[in-house]
């Protein structure tokens, strides 16, 4: 093995997905997930029963990572895990299994911030990949988080505008659950939104700062919305479901954009990128690739596997921090709580 060989193990528990990863020199060997769905029936993630599937999976995901990586637990040169932000008891399993490991192989452990690393997997080399110039604004969105990022580099970051109330991911999954669709939700209403029309219901934007988000308002709308039809016709999901879908999702795509678009008339930057698991859905990636056109931004949008919650991102996040001898102590502790900036 040359010296310039690093091999990173990335490991991500901080909601309801078990995962691992290795980075070599900042490509991907493997990226195992482990989905839980045991939730489902819940209609949300349930903190106790993830904490418990974590402590299950992490052994078999973490030994799955090595063996399809073709390399030994000897040949790493660093553990990175998840700190936060996320669920205590979820963060608690990746962090002590990360430091134990750290520990037993006498190699350094690397704390990574999980909304920085969404951001970050913009970083993972692929064929082809083009990495966003600093600066750059992403806009990362998730089921926990909505914000404008400005990222000067790897470990600067500023947040522009955030949700005041949920999360976009949150806006997904909640509508979904009015109109009966399992958790997480938002896949759902991409896959039906596709096959239906985006101007079939209007539903009103709401009014906040130019960079800030809200989303509760519109889920209420829905609400109501869905309850007034339903009387009127108790059929009225299920015939419509697919325009409804489409008109939510537009809906949510609109304020998105047009956010993106306030930021680069703030900062006048025309490096775009997405983030996070609702940088999964299929409008809004569609929407950016014709922003380069319209726009004329240029627009970084993450491979699909990398934007929902997976360990990939978390060893390139340590890959960058290893290189920047960015090591943690063995008495760093899981924080449920943590900004993109800390
Ligand atoms: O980043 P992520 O995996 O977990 C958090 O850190 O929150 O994001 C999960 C969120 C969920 O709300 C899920 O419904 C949403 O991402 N999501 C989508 C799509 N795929 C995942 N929302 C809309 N369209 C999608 N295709
Ligand atoms: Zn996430």
């Not at 949300?44 to 995901?61: D, F, K, Y």
């Not at 926990?144 to 000067?152: A, E, F, N, R």
């Not at 949150?170 to 939700?185: C, H, R």
């Not at 308002?217 to 999901?237: D, R, V």
């Amino acid at each position: 093995m040359a010296t310039n060989d690093i091999y990173i193990l990335g490991i991500e528990s901080s909601c309801d997905d078990t995962s691992a990863s290795i980075i070599h020199n900042g490509k991907v060997l493997s990226n195992v997930i482990a989905n839980q769905e045991v939730h489902a029936k819940y209609g949300g993630v349930v903190p106790e029963l993830a904490s418990r599937a974590h402590q299950q999976n992490i052994v078999p995901v973490v030994q799955q990572a090595i063996s399809q990586a073709n390399i030994t637990k000897e040949d790493l040169n660093a553990i990175a895990f998840t700190k936060g932000p996320g669920l205590m008891g979820s963060l608690l399993v990746g962090t002590s299994f990360a430091k134990s490991l750290a520990l037993g192989l006498g190699i350094p452990l690397i704390d990574v911030n999980h909304m920085q690393a969404h951001i970050l997997a913009h970083f993972i080399e692929e064929e082809q990949s083009k990495f966003p110039p600093f600066p750059f604004v992403c806009l990362t969105i998730s089921g926990g988080h909505t914000q404008i990022v400005k990222i000067s580099n790897h470990f600067e970051m500023e947040i522009l505008g955030e949700t005041i109330d949920d999360a976009v991911g949150e806006a997904f999954d909640k509508s979904a659950k009015i109109l009966g669709l399992p958790y997480p939700g938002g896949p759902l209403i991409d896959k039906h939104a596709q096959k239906g029309n985006p101007k079939a219901f209007q539903f009103t934007q709401p009014k906040v700062g130019d960079l800030d988000f809200s989303f509760s308002g519109l889920k209420t709308q829905i609400l109501y919305f869905i309850q007034k039809n339903n009387k009127e016709n108790p059929n009225f999901i299920a015939e419509h479901l697919n325009d409804i879908c489409a008109s939510i999702q537009y809906t949510i795509v609109e304020i998105l954009m047009k956010k993106l678009k306030n930021a680069v008339k703030h900062t006048e930057i025309k490096h775009i990128a997405i983030a996070g698991g609702v940088s999964a859905n299929s409008e809004i990636r569609k929407r950016l690739v014709l922003a380069e056109k319209h726009w004329g931004w240029t627009t970084y949008i993450p491979k699909f596997e990398y934007t929902t919650d997976n360990a990939a991102m978390i060893a390139i996040a340590g890959y960058l921090k290893f290189l920047d001898k960015q090591y943690a102590s063995i008495s760093v502790s899981a924080q449920a709580r943590l900004k993109v900036t800390e």
